[in-house]
């Protein structure tokens, strides 16, 4: 997290470079560094999918996906000139010597040397063949070579790797094995988005920079910690891809994004805010997640999946119509989950994750409740007296609060819960970056810190796949077990209820 660190002249080679998410985040991100100046001078993109299109036909195309981002048409027109296009198929061997080609003929034309940023926006199965034909293709020429000209800044190539990161243990350490085959670890860059939002950055500021926090953050005065991430769409026109093998709640959401944010916000204090020394803390949460046995699992996780429903004014169809997906199917699109963390701070503080879609209300918010006091002083209203929480928005309406008990005025000692509040847009006066911004100026930079290790998502993986072994054996009879539009099913507040809690659902 060195922000001193300027950024050096690259290319950065997307593959699925007229995907969705190309259009939608890759380069409104790249053009939002590029408008701030924040990308370096020496700066330039090639995009490569199969469709044929020319550099200007491309340009077009990404331009056309959402005008009202590149409304400044004098930036538009000087970023377009840094923006390429090559056709070709990534999992063919022999598309290679064309993709290599061009890189050298954008990297001369830019002077962006030898330092390139593989991008892979695709979807998962092309990812390792791609890795491997950039191996093969000795498209990794220099990586860390100590012989360099000069030594101090040898070119880089680095690699971008989009979720989902496998889809049990076994097949992402098999992607990282793949992954190690033609990159150093150093090069690695495992994305994910939610590292990159500005509250979960902020986590680390609020517990490591201030005093107030950090010697209450610990199963001492913490009585458990709720992180919830809802969704109110359903799955829309992605249902063949979520009914499949890599999608619903838990591998989409829980294992990756869930239990990264569980990650920050439980780790010690790292001795340095160098990547490998954040990456050390984290990856001992990540170790001391307990895994559940195979009987434990109905006791601490709930499969949900939503049934037709409203919305305000809009009517949600049921899960199971949504073309694509199979009207039996079994996915999870809610899952929550009583998780614990074994280590000297956490040891029997629970964990409440859940994520859903087609819920209430868009959130991400992790809530931390407070112990009561050790004596009851105020008896006569014990019983309405809510926890001390401190409640963090991740997403939308970032900020954070306190709620504690105050004293209402006017006579006698009447007790009601008050709240102290930071909100990042009227505190800045502005919206927070989008995080896909924030991750690729500091994959541009090198620095490692908000990218995960290869052990993190090893870790994770395991720590979620006996629920989806039992999940997977023992077919759920009452799916669909929630209307659209609410916070999930009941099974889910009884998950809370059986330990005397509830669920805070974001107001
Ligand atoms: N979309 C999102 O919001 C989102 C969010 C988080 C993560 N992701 C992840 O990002 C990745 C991309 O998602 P997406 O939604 O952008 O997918 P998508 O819309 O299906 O785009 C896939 C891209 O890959 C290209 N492609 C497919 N086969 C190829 C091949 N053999 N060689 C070269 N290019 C090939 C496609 O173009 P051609 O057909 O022209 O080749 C297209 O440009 C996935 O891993 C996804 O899980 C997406």
Redesign the pocket.
């Known amino acids: 997290m060195d922000s001193q660190n300027p950024p050096r002249q690259c290319l950065m080679v997307i ?8 259009k ?2 890759l380069i409104p991100a790249l053009f939002d560094l590029y408008a701030r100046g924040q990308l370096p001078e020496k700066f330039a993109i090639l995009g ?4 044929a299109f020319t550099d200007n036909e491309y340009r077009q195309k990404v331009h056309e996906f959402s005008p009202q981002t590149y409304a400044d048409k004098e930036q538009w027109k000087s970023f377009a000139d840094h923006l390429h296009y090559h056709a ?4 063919k061997l022999e598309a290679f010597a064309g993709i290599k080609q061009h890189i050298s003929q954008v990297a001369e034309a830019h002077g962006t040397g030898e330092n390139v940023v593989y991008y892979l ?4 199965q ?1 990812f390792e063949p791609t890795i491997l034909n950039i191996g093969a293709s000795e498209m990794v020429t220099e990586g860390r070579r100590y012989c360099s000209i000069n030594r101090e800044k040898p070119p880089w190539q680095r690699i971008v790797v ?3 990161f496998g889809s049990d243990p076994a097949s992402a350490a098999h992607l990282n094995d793949v992954l190690a085959s033609v990159f150093d670890e150093e090069e690695i860059y495992r994305i994910d ?1 939610y590292l990159g939002k500005e509250l979960v950055q902020n986590l680390m500021v609020l517990r490591f920079a201030n005093t107030i926090f950090e010697p209450i953050w610990n199963r001492s005065y913490l009585d458990h910690v709720q992180i919830t991430a809802s969704e109110t769409v359903g799955v829309e026109s992605r249902g063949a891809y979520y009914d499949g093998p890599t999608g619903g709640a838990m591998r989409d959401m829980v294992q990756s994004h869930l239990l990264q944010v569980l990650a920050v916000m439980a780790m010690e204090p790292p001795v340095s805010l160098d990547a490998e020394d954040v990456r050390t803390e984290k990856i001992k949460i990540f170790k001391a997640m307990r895994v559940p046995s195979y009987d434990e699992v109905p006791e601490l996780a709930v499969r949900g999946q939503y049934g037709a429903g409203q919305l305000g004014d809009q009517a949600i169809e049921s899960y199971r119509e949504t073309q694509g997906v199979n009207p039996q199917s079994q996915t999870d699109t809610y899952t929550a989950m009583r998780m614990f963390v074994d280590t000297w701070r956490w040891g029997g503080v629970p964990f409440y994750l859940r994520s859903g879609k087609a819920m209430t209300k868009k959130s991400t918010q992790i809530v931390l409740y407070f112990k009561p006091t050790p004596h009851v002083l105020f008896r006569q209203l014990a019983h309405q007296h809510k926890a001390n929480q401190i409640v963090i928005n991740v997403q939308p309406d970032e900020g954070i609060r306190i709620r504690f008990e105050g004293k209402v005025p006017g006579h006698g000692m009447h007790v009601k819960d008050v709240e102290m509040e930071f909100d990042y847009e009227q505190q800045w006066n502005a919206k927070p970056p989008d995080g896909y911004a924030t991750l690729l100026y500091d994959c541009i930079r090198g620095d490692q810190t908000l990218f995960k290790h290869r052990d993190e998502i090893e870790c994770a993986w395991k720590a979620v796949q006996p629920v989806l072994d039992y999940w997977k054996a023992n077919p759920q009879e009452d799916l669909p077990n929630y209307a659209a539009g609410t916070w999930g099913p009941e099974a889910a507040d009884s998950l809370l209820a059986q330990d005397n809690r509830y669920w805070h659902n974001p107001e």
Do not use: N
């Open positions: 593959f699925g470079a007229s995907g969705d998410l190309t939608r985040k490569v999918s199969r469709t070709g198929d990534s999992t926006s695709m979807a998962p092309f989009e979720k989902p988005h």
